[in-house]
């Protein structure tokens, strides 16, 4: 009877050792199988999400569901840096997911955060650089600007327009690239236009690592002809194809009972990266409206353009 009882208490005992364990390795930093080809992707101080285990994570997934534990942005860890030219640094990610019970009344913050550099200097919001943590190169080649006045670029943005139903509007490119984004040794070409901001005002620059927007503030409603876009002009199977990866054309004037004409967007491409290990970059893109900004990651599949990742501030 004693050696049943000793056996009983010895297996409850084993029990309890294995639960504690586990809770105990839940909230380590390690994992326990751990993706050595986890991306964990913000830009200008907004955590964007993650590519986890072959997939694209939102960040309120990323940082809320249980799965995710382990990859979460906890502070503390170090991410690399980069500007539009590549490289810009080593970088310490500040705490972002607020688990505190004094900062409770608040609520959890999936979205912003800071990155201290090893010359001590802080970035934040309004830096316009890349925060990453991942085990690749992620520039493996580099994007060229070329010039916005570009001839031939100009009169296809006009047979665009025209197309799209602005034949009197005038082309107005604001940033021009030529980047061989899937590795294949031809180069596309992204072309960002609009006609909605004075280029030669201060409201807004399309200058590389800066914000897009400066100073002042945007229109709260469209006028006709008003245009902004950033069209990928991609060879698909040998043909040229042109692809949207935003778009917006004011056919009429705005009004509050056509929404989709009242408020126009702003866009900016900031970065070409490979977000995911493929090989192939992603684009980096903001947009600003009246009321807010938001950034944008887009994976090209041939002739698509697949939003992957975005979060943003604003109403």
């Given amino acids: 009877m004693n050696y049943l009882r000793i056996t009983i208490f010895l297996s409850i005992l084993f029990i309890f050792a294995a639960q504690v364990q586990a809770q105990d390795q839940l909230f380590k930093q390690e994992p326990l199988d751990p993706d050595k080809n986890a991306a964990i992707i913000g830009f200008d101080s907004m955590l964007l999400g993650a590519f986890v285990y072959g997939q694209w994570i939102s960040d309120d997934d990323l940082q809320q569901k249980d799965q995710y534990h382990f990859h979460r942005i906890w502070g503390g860890e170090q991410c690399h840096v980069y500007s539009s030219k590549g490289f810009d640094g080593l ?27 090893e010359d001590g200097l802080t970035l934040g919001t309004g830096s316009s650089r890349l925060a990453l943590r991942c085990s690749w190169n992620p520039i493996p080649r580099q994007a060229k600007a070329l010039d916005p006045q570009n001839t031939a670029y100009n009169k296809i943005l006009q047979e665009y327009l025209a197309q799209h139903g602005l034949p009197q509007a005038k082309p107005q490119i604001m940033q021009l690239f030529k980047v061989d984004l899937d590795g294949d040794g031809t180069d596309e070409v992204l072309i960002c236009a609009q006609n909605i901001v004075d280029p030669k005002s201060r409201v807004a620059t399309w200058q590389p690592d800066q914000p897009l927007i400066l100073e002042g503030g945007l229109p709260t409603g469209a006028q006709k002809g008003n ?12 043909q040229v ?47 600003d409206y009246y009321e807010g900004s938001f950034y944008e990651v887009f ?17």
């Avoid at 994976?299 to 109403?315: F, P, T, W």
Wanted: hydrophobic content about 40%; aromatic content about 8%; proline content about 4%.
């Fill in 91 to 117: 970088g310490t990610m500040s705490a972002i997911h607020n688990e505190h019970p004094e900062f409770e009344e608040f609520g959890l913050d999936t979205r912003t955060y800071t990155v201290e550099l």
């Fill in 227 to 238: 245009y902004s876009l950033v069209l990928l002009r991609k060879i698909v199977n040998g």
């Fill in 299 to 315: 994976e090209i599949h041939k002739d698509n353009a697949i939003l992957v990742l975005e979060n943003g501030l604003g109403v």
């Fill in 241 to 287: 194809r042109e692809i949207p990866l935003a778009q917006f054309i004011a056919l009429k004037d705005g009004t509050a009972a056509d929404p989709e004409q009242i408020t126009p967007y702003v866009h900016k491409i900031f970065q070409f990266a490979d977000l995911n290990g493929d090989g192939v970059l992603e684009v980096i893109m903001g947009t």
